[in-house]
């Protein structure tokens, strides 16, 4: 497949930003990579749970809700 990476990228305090070195944008994707990951691991866990208490409908939409981020901007 393409490797096709499609981020949104919008500075919110673009007069107060003093480092725009190469080294930050790396940083800063790091950091949005780090939140996906996180972001998924924590919809299995929660659709893990809403699973086991009887509610597959809800777990997986869950599931499907919390991972689709990571699946689209990661």
């Not at 919110?12 to 996180?38: F, G, I, K, M």
């Not at 869950?62 to 689209?72: A, E």
């Amino acid at each position: 497949m393409l490797d096709l990476h499609i981020r949104k990228c919008v500075a919110r305090n673009n007069e107060h930003r003093v480092d725009t070195s190469p080294r930050a944008d790396v940083s800063a994707q790091q950091a949005t990579r780090r939140w996906l990951v996180a972001l998924a691991l924590i919809g299995s866990a929660v659709a893990a749970v809403a699973i086991a208490t009887g509610l597959p409908a809800t777990g997986l939409a869950i599931y499907l809700m919390l991972t689709m981020p990571f699946v689209f901007f990661a």
